[in-house]
């Protein structure tokens, strides 16, 4: 069992190392000992350029990927000594993710996008059904619930993904890009509905993107640049 530490921190992770093809002539070090502390209920945002290992950052911080080295802490959970199938459970319960692409179900209405990770969870249909539709509901998308992804508009589709990334209640959302196949007016509505769950919710939400205008709509703003934290500042929405 991983030892637990109650704090109002939610991720705390320190010398964050990671490599690829380790031991080979072709060895890569992506990340050079990363440190970020989140606290329970703030928004962050990862700022960064194409191949400055903001997706690397993220997958270790949604506990799809292990750290070459250092040490992590989510809510309090030391991630690093949890095997996969308690790192399975932690992710499910208290990881909701937000991708660029979606990742939706074809041929699947909206709703039935929404339940599935209930599904998976053995919750009851009828307990799923509400709960999804509530969800929809919250992301204005109800009326569109019988719909499946290619009857959808990008945004649309965006707001079916955030609202199945809240079926099981988590502690933290990791959105990455998600406006980034959207139009600006699109990738707007989406943005409010990212400070909607912030300030009505107090969801804990980390933002990676490569758009420095919407980092500036969060609390707290992290520059990556070749692997390493180079900046970090307040954003102007919340800055005195």
Known sequence: MTDIVTSNIMIDAKGIVKSFNIGSENELEILHGIDICVKKGEFVSIVGTSGSGKSTLMNIIGLLDKPTGGSYLLDGVDVCKAGDTELSHIRNRKIGFVFQTYNLIARTSALKNVE????????????????????????????????????????????????????????????????????????????????????????????????????????????????????????IRYAS
Do not use: C, W
């Open 116 to 235: 599935l990770p209930m599904l998976y969870g053995g919750v009851r249909a009828r307990e799923r059904k509400e709960r999804a539709m509530e969800l929809l509901e919250l992301v204005e998308m109800k009326e569109r619930m019988n719909h499946t992804p290619d009857e959808l508009s990008g945004g649309q589709k965006q707001r079916v993904a955030i609202a199945r990334a809240l079926v099981n209640r988590p502690s933290i959302i990791l959105a990455d890009e998600p406006t980034g196949a959207l139009d600006s007016a699109t990738g707007r509505k989406i943005m409010d509905i990212f400070h909607k769950l912030h300030e009505e919710q107090g969801i804990t939400i980390v933002f990676i993107t490569h758009s420095p205008e919407l980092a500036q709509e969060t609390e707290r703003i992290l520059t990556l640049k070749d692997g390493r934290i180079v900046d970090e500042r307040m954003g």
